[in-house]
């Protein structure tokens, strides 16, 4: 894209793009932390939130499956893990998410999904921002009883390159299995099974949850009734960060 010449770009994308950037310019800077078990709307909820607030939204889990199916050398290190629903180590991460928070996209801020995961992934975030004068001004804990969860996950389908997520009950397609806005066929993640996401949820359980208490004690902790329709708690949200 840093090629693009803008003569060559239709005068609609230019207007579009020009009235987000205007509105764009009024927003405060947010730095969000989306926290939650697998399946309990993270990644639902992330793009209202991003497009919102003008945000980058960095998910780590995202992240992690585009190098895996690239074959890059910090995917062939994840792989493992990954499949057997563990966590990856926080070095591998901890890189990721540094490089990531670059990108100009994050320039009013971010929102975290998948990030961090364990209290080490926390205190290394906590110095990274530090060392550029910032901070985390929200952790919103989606709060959910792990018996819903196999439910949601089990019958989620994703179209990878864009990151937009159905689920056969909850959210369905308009075309069982096909992406509704580029007609490209929808997946199932691998590790989608009820098999996996217990080990998932032991990961969220031991090591994920003290994550809640390092931010609570901050006092920057927003606690979300996760279980409710996606419009709900989009609801919210929207309350959260208004105040
Ligand atoms: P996470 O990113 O936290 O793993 P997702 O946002 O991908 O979770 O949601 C998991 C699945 O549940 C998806 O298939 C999604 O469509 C569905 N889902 C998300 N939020 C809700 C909700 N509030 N109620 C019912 N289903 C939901
Ligand atoms: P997710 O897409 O968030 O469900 O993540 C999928 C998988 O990627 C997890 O089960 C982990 O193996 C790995 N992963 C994602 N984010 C992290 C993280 N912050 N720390 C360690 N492992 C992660």
């Not at 764009?24 to 947010?30: A, G, I, L, Y």
């Not at 697998?38 to 990644?43: E, H, Q």
């Not at 209290?119 to 929200?138: H, N, P, R, S, T």
């Amino acid at each position: 894209m840093a090629n693009t010449n803008l003569e060559d770009v239709p005068s609609e994308n230019l207007m579009t793009e020009l009235l987000r950037r205007f509105k764009c310019s009024s927003k405060p800077d947010k730095r969000l932390i989306l926290v939650g078990p697998p399946g309990s709307g993270k990644g639902t909820q992330s793009p209202i939130i991003k497009d919102e607030y003008c945000l980058c939204h960095l998910a780590t889990g995202d992240m992690l499956r585009a190098a895996v199916a690239a074959k890059t050398p910090l995917g062939t290190k994840a792989k493992e893990a990954m499949d057997k629903g563990e966590l990856v180590s926080d070095d591998l991460v901890v890189g990721i998410i540094d490089e990531a928070m670059k990108k100009p996209s994050c320039q009013k801020g971010f929102i975290l999904d998948g990030f961090p995961r364990t209290v080490v992934q926390a205190q290394k975030l906590d110095e990274m921002l530090e060392k550029q004068g910032a901070k985390i001004d929200k952790v919103l804990n989606f709060a959910i009883d792990d018996a819903i969860l196999e439910e949601r996950i089990t019958g989620r389908w994703i179209h990878p390159s864009s990151g937009r997520t159905y689920h056969t009950k909850f959210a369905p397609s308009k075309v069982p299995g096909v992406d509704d806005v580029t007609g490209e066929p929808l997946i199932q993640r691998k590790d989608d099974t009820a098999a996996v996401l217990k080990s998932r949820l032991d990961a969220f359980h031991r090591q994920t949850e003290p994550v809640i208490d390092y931010y609570s004690k901050k006092g920057i902790v927003a606690n979300l009734h996760a279980e409710k329709p996606p419009k709900e708690v989009t609801s919210q949200v929207e309350k959260v960060l208004s105040q």
